[in-house]
Nanobody, 118 residues
Framework: QVQLVESGGGLVQPGGSLRLSCAAS????????MAWWRQAPGKQRELVAI???????TYVDTIEGRFTISKDNAKNTMHLQMNSLKPEDTAVYYC????????????WGQGTQVTVSS
């Protein structure tokens, strides 16, 4: 059972930046994928960015180059650097991990709130 703990959320003004972190309870170096999802009030949870075991990232179009997903394998931590934040980025952000390609088992963190408002 992989434990994931997010941190780094908060209140930021439009145009500002935040860096989210997701700390895992075990080594993430060989994890098949890790990802950031978000859920805004009244909306379904949506994928934001995903990074594979080659550390290759993929982003949804709505991010428009503003976010960067990365992994620090030495610290078993994944990050999401968010720049040029907009009010529509307001959501609870969740960390997700799928350790193995041979299993559909995935793990979720508890979420961290990001609020973009003036």
């Amino acid at each position: 059972q992989v434990q994931l703990v997010e941190s780094g959320g908060g209140l930021v003004q439009p145009g500002g930046s935040l860096r989210l972190s997701c700390a895992a309870s075990e080594s993430i170096k060989s994890f098949f994928t890790m990802a950031w999802w978000r859920q805004a009030p009244g909306k379904q949870r949506e994928l934001v960015a995903i990074i594979d075991h080659y550390d290759d990232p993929t982003y949804v179009d709505t991010i428009e180059g503003r976010f960067t997903i990365s992994k620090d394998n030495a610290k078993n931590t994944m990050h999401l650097q968010m720049n040029s934040l907009k009010p529509e980025d307001t959501a609870v952000y969740y960390c997700n991990a799928r350790p193995s390609s041979r299993s559909s088992d995935t793990y979720w963190g508890q979420g961290t709130q990001v609020t973009v408002s003036s």
